[in-house]
């Protein structure tokens, strides 16, 4: 996970349990890449440009990571103990591969807020092909006074709903 223009990139980044990921600053300045979240508590302190660290991810749960120079960097670790589960690409489409046989209940997740959980029944050798309204607030807007959804700054974007957000994106 990359800090590049005061931005953790990528915003989310979904991974299963026992891994290891870098936190490379690629910046020409300071960042300090923390945690206060259950499911991964960390600091890794004040690093210089070109300098990485790195945190391991055993136990499953979503991680908020934040930075303690720049308060409008965040960014989301969805750290899961299978690997049945995917990113929407740009179009929003996904696809969960090398699902066994059998019932599921899939959500779908966004910045935080979950959908209901819907079944789906994976036929054998089959697929089963499932949409889920993921009815949510767009994802990640930038403002002109550089700070993100949903931490809105007081130039611009005193409001927190989305319509006075999308005017200043
Ligand atoms: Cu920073």
């Not at 990485?52 to 990571?65: A, L």
């Not at 934040?66 to 589960?85: E, G, Q, T």
């Not at 969960?96 to 994976?122: C, K, Q």
């Amino acid at each position: 996970m990359d800090q590049r223009n005061e931005t953790f990139v990528p915003h989310v980044l979904a991974i299963t349990t026992g891994t290891t990921v870098d936190f490379p600053n690629s910046d020409k300045f300071y960042h300090n890449v923390f945690s206060l979240s259950k499911a991964a508590t960390f600091d890794l302190g004040r690093y210089a440009a070109g300098r990485s660290r790195t945190v391991r991810f055993d136990r499953p749960g979503i991680v908020r990571v934040f930075c303690d120079i720049h308060s409008h960097m965040n960014a989301f670790i969805l750290v899961f103990s299978h690997p049945f589960f995917a990113m929407t690409d740009a179009d929003g489409r996904y696809r969960i591969e090398n699902v066994p046989p059998g019932t599921y209940s899939v959500i779908a997740w966004n910045e935080g807020t979950s959908s209901e959980p819907r079944p789906v029944t994976v036929p054998d050798g089959g697929i089963a092909e499932l949409g889920l309204h993921a009815a949510m607030r767009p994802a990640r807007r930038r403002c002109a006074a550089g700070s993100f959804w949903p931490a809105p700054c007081s130039q611009c974007c005193a409001s927190a709903s989305p319509s006075t957000w999308s005017t200043c994106a």
